[in-house]
């Protein structure tokens, strides 16, 4: 079966059984394999070459950005390694803590369970994009969190601030219960949980009266 | 007029990096020809290896070298080195193997053949206690600098009256008296024996202690997760028997430590050694399943406790032992476990004894409210039943038991600066409406019934006679150099307010200048036992007295009068002569030189100070001083935590529906910060008495739950939408600035607060289990209970 179309196949909203067969589609092990990170040369490592190996074209914060992408390398693993774009985090490596939180067509997903091939010709949002690119003025999420002194160690924030950019799209008026359960999906080990809720309690009261 | 910067909510300067994706932690460093370390781990919990053949992956493409545990700085006895060839817990690192890439790297480790000499292991430190049984080391399970190896065991005896499930009499290698337990036992009303266990558990903090390093000649940079920074550098240093001042240690972020990266940790000497043997950069992530393993755990305690009580409720006298299940490598928490119980029930009567086991189980560290969190989640259900049983209101039980300022502890009758455990009790009581609350006590709904309960948590909350150095330079900014980390309580921040508030600064024009030692610090505490505002705000505020005077001089030098008729506000000097910039003050202040800039330093600044001092010199007014303030007495803070549960006798699920924490920490110099301090230190207590669970297989000893998922720290269902906290207040009359921690004292209080509530909703019936899961909590109400004996580590 040719690889890059096994790939291409894959249900495009994200599931773990979906990720699972996307790896093992790719003719890659099942194992811890799918989590690391392999290299490329625009990191200026030398890296050897695979049959496998395939440069595409991602739209990331905008912006298009050709990258060269293993079939079973993990969004994540793209987005830190080989673009740059730090802001997305790693906290567990496996859909458990949701620091690695992106938006894809508006929609979150967790970057370390999302091979980088399912989301060609899809819109990839991260931390670093919510900025206006031309002023750098905040996004009213980052302007709530601002305001209200969200986060301690901030090592989930990126992943919450996505998580929280699309509840206010999608429930422009939250309760705090109803906030809650939208951002469950992100865990903060510090529990700062109540400045969190906080925060996206304003952040949709911003984007209300925008 | 200047802004007041004590007590206002002010958002941390780096918190706009940390939004926007801009604040870089360890492992969001790049270096140019970065290669990439994978480890590999011990499969067994005790080895010894005998044979290492490498060939296979080192002829592999793209695989650079292999690190063996020759090659690291080690110490003989329970001492930890980065790599090991007789690992002692499942998972510890034996070799790295660097790459170009990390999948290469790992499929390296996989293609070495290695064999392992298995050796006899201990999970549970009663069975290293029993005669006959197993220890962790190869040599005996006790270690004394002097004397080397022992084997230290109990007599039959004891462990008859273990397995009856009787209070034991052993001796034991910490051991201490005050008062006459004996005779006030026989005095006591009432008095209740418990076994208990609690367990032991992970750290796991957000960032895995990922990290990178490269030389540059002689210099080591090193990129480093750490709760401390200039202490980290000094340790480093030290592992790796190099000049601290060929480290430029950056650590700008760090994504939680929690007392598992005190002054940083074992693993990042791996980075450091392996990048100087092949000469390139390397980048050493940690995965989370690594995490679990390498990244530290707090102590597990086994315990027998006796307290006895007096008719109207006060507790006249404990005896208590406690086996601390203490990993390869040691932790001291029994120690101060012991302090706790004395200083929060003050029962002038008290026993106590304590042994630390070696155990192959992986390494353990203080974890936030190390040792008083354990046992005050443990003794304050016990206190509330003694409450229920004498017919003392639970309220009260805890008040009148609570120390009041002569307080006097510990063998050795310690004393403290100040105390209001009762005033947090009292506005706790008011806050959570406690009496109405207690009127729904039992109440039924379906298959739920309501508990409510208290807990009370003291803990250590500062330190004296660090430096302080800050320095005003012609921009007319004040930069305040902070030595101590920047984990997220704010406090690299915060501790420079009081300060700058003495020198009259708005707050936009303070800069501080962390990250990187590079950058200069004064000789700073590790961020570690809440020590962080208290020592700070005092070492700070003494640097800015210094400021103060020298600026007052050098403006009379410059316009007449006398030195201290001169005022600063708002970055200006005035006085008789007139008025002048700071920053016009910084350039005389320079051109003056001697003491004033730097050039000349105070007699008493620490030795690590001095090199950073030079660094500054000449670059604007300096002010620099040692925190000369003294004192008498412990610095401790307090929180008082008020739980309301429904426990679903069908289910064994526990919901927490209201909580309340109220510290006394003194003046509160940052309160939504504070605030987060008590929620999330009483949620992580929470977790640690009834979400994470770290279960060992008793027949290999290895763990099985070596994830998030497996081990659940509180999510966002797992708390209420709305919390209440509230401060005390009241300064510490010691301080110049009134400030105690709080880093450690909510965790007690939450896991306290949530036990007994969970108690109270059963009845009065005291599990002396964690944590308290679902099943272990049906089991208990279905006259089945999981915890029969004193196992560590099963559940």
């Given amino acids: 079966m040719d690889q890059a179309e096994s790939v291409s196949v894959l249900e495009k909203k994200y599931s773990r059984r979906t990720f699972i067969k996307g790896v093992i589609a790719t003719g890659a092990t099942a194992s811890s394999a799918g989590y690391l990170f392999r290299g490329s040369p625009l990191l200026g490592a030398a890296t050897y070459q695979t049959a496998t190996e395939r440069l595409i074209t991602l739209n990331v914060n905008g912006q298009e950005r050709r990258v060269d992408v293993l079939p079973h390398e993990t969004l994540a693993m793209t987005l830190r390694y080989k673009l740059g774009l730090t802001g997305t985090k790693l906290g567990c490596d496996r859909a458990e803590c949701g620091a690695c939180t992106v938006l894809i067509d508006g929609v979150s997903q967790y970057g370390c369970s999302m091979l980088t091939h399912q989301v060609r010709g899809r819109s990839v949002a991260t931390i670093e994009g919510l900025e206006d690119a031309d002023t750098g003025e905040l996004s009213v999420v980052q302007k709530a969190v601002m305001e209200e002194g969200g986060f301690q160690c901030a090592f989930c924030a990126p992943g919450f601030i996505m998580a929280m950019t699309e509840m206010i799209e999608v429930n422009p008026n939250p309760t705090r219960e109803e906030a809650r359960l939208a951002l469950s999906g992100n865990l903060c080990r510090c529990a700062d949980y109540d400045k969190i809720l906080t925060c996206a309690m304003r952040a949709a009261e911003l984007a209300r009266s925008v | ?795």
């Fill in chain 2, 1 to 795: 007029m200047a802004e007041r910067l004590v007590g206002a909510d002010i958002a941390p300067p780096d918190l706009h990096a940390k939004i926007t994706g801009r604040a870089r932690y360890a492992e969001d460093f790049r270096a140019p020809g970065m290669v990439f370390a994978k480890l590999l781990l011990s499969p067994m919990p005790h080895a010894r290896v005998r044979r290492v053949d490498a060939s296979r992956a080192l002829a592999m493409e793209g695989v650079i070298d292999i690190l063996r545990a020759d090659e690291v700085p080690s110490r003989d006895g329970p001492r930890e080195a980065c790599l090991t060839d007789t690992p002692r817990y499942e998972g510890e690192p034996i070799l790295a193997v660097a790459a170009v890439d990390e999948e290469t790297a790992a499929a390296a480790i996989e293609a070495i053949e290695i064999d392992f000499e298995p050796l006899p292991f201990v999970i549970d430190p009663l069975e290293s206690l029993r005669p006959g049984g197993p220890n962790a080391y190869v040599d005996g399970n006790q270690f004394s600098g002097q004397d080397g190896w022992s084997d230290f065991k109990w007599t039959n005896t004891d462990f008859a009256k273990v397995d009856a499930g009787e209070m034991p009499d052993p001796s034991c290698p910490v051991e201490w008296t005050k008062g006459d337990p004996e005779s006030a036992f026989a005095e006591s009303a009432l008095v209740l024996e418990e076994t208990i266990v609690h367990q032991s558990l992970t750290h796991h903090p957000m960032e895995p202690r990922s990290n990178m390093a490269y030389w540059e000649g002689e210099t080591l940079h090193a990129f480093v997760s750490t709760q401390s920074s200039q202490q980290t550098k000094f340790a480093l240093a030290g592992a790796l028997q190099i000049d601290p001042e060929n480290i430029n240690l950056v650590s700008e972020y760090c994504g939680g430590g929690f007392g598992s990266k005190i002054a940083g940790t074992t693993v990042m000497q791996i980075p450091a050694l392996f990048s100087r043997k092949i000469n390139r950069p390397v980048m050493l992530r940690i995965t989370r399943y690594e995490e679990n393993y390498v990244g530290r755990a707090r102590p597990g305690f086994q315990t027998w406790l006796k307290m006895g009580f007096l008719q109207d409720g006060k507790c006249n006298a404990i005896d208590l032992i406690i086996v601390q299940e203490s990993g390869p490598y040691g932790a001291g928490d029994f120690n101060t476990a012991g302090m706790i119980a004395d200083l929060t029930y003050t029962p002038q009567n008290m026993r106590f004894r304590g042994v630390s086991m070696y155990t192959n189980t992986p390494p353990k560290a203080a974890q936030r409210g190390p040792g008083g969190a354990q046992i005050i989640s443990m003794m304050e259900p016990i206190l509330e039943k003694a409450g229920r049983e004498l017919g003392v209101d639970r309220f009260e039980i805890h008040r009148m038991n609570a120390p009041r300022g002569d307080v006097q502890f510990g063998p050795r009758n310690a004393t403290l600066t100040s105390v209001h455990a009762v005033e947090a009790l009292d506005q706790g009581r008011e806050m959570f409406d406690w009496d109405a609350k207690l009127a729904i006590s039992g109440k039924r709904n379906g298959s739920k019934v309501t508990g409510v309960g208290i807990g009370l948590s003291p803990y250590t909350a500062g330190s004296r006679g660090r430096d302080g150095m800050m320095i005003i330079r012609p921009d007319g900014k004040l930069y305040v150099h902070q030595g101590i980390g920047n984990l997220g309580t704010h406090s690299i921040a915060d501790t420079a307010r009081p300060a700058a508030e003495l020198l009259g600064y708005n707050w936009k024009d303070v800069e501080i200048v962390w990250g990187n030692s590079a950058r200069a610090y004064p000789r700073s505490t590790v961020q570690a036992g809440s020590q962080t505002t208290t020592a700070h705000t005092r070492a700070n505020h003494a640097a800015a007295t210094d400021a103060l005077r020298k600026i007052r001089e050098v403006a009379a030098a410059a316009l007449g009068g006398s030195a201290s008729s001169y005022s600063v506000d708002s970055g200006r000097v005035s006085g008789p002569g007139g008025t002048m910039t700071l920053g016009r003050i910084a350039e005389r202040a320079i051109a003056m030189g001697g003491e004033y800039s730097g050039e000349v330093l105070p007699d008493d600044v620490h030795a690590q100070t001095v090199p950073a001092a030079q660094i500054l010199a000449g670059e604007g007014l300096m002010g620099i001083a040692r925190d000369n303030y003294g004192g008498e007495g412990n610095i401790y803070s307090w929180v008082a935590g008020f739980a309301m549960v429904e426990l679903d006798e069908e289910t064994g699920m526990v919901e927490l529906k209201e909580y309340v924490g109220v510290t006394d920490c003194g003046t509160v110099i940052h309160p939504r910060s504070l605030g987060a301090q008590v929620f999330g230190g009483s949620i992580q207590g929470m977790g640690m008495a009834m979400t994470q669970r770290w279960v060992f297989d008793p027949q290999w000893g290895v763990p099985f739950a070596n994830r998030f998922y497996t081990a659940r720290p509180p999510g966002f269902l797992d708390i209420p939408a709305d919390l209440k906290w509230g401060a005390v207040g009241i300064p510490d009359p010691q301080d110049p600035v009134g400030a105690k921690g709080i880093g450690e004292p909510p965790v007690g209080a939450g896991a306290a607060a949530l036990t007994s509530a969970i108690a109270d909703a059963m009845g009065g019936r005291c599990v002396c289990r964690t944590p308290l899961t679902p099943d272990v909590l049906l089991a208990e109400i279905e006259g089945r209970p999981m915890y029969g004996r004193l196992e560590q580590h099963v559940g």
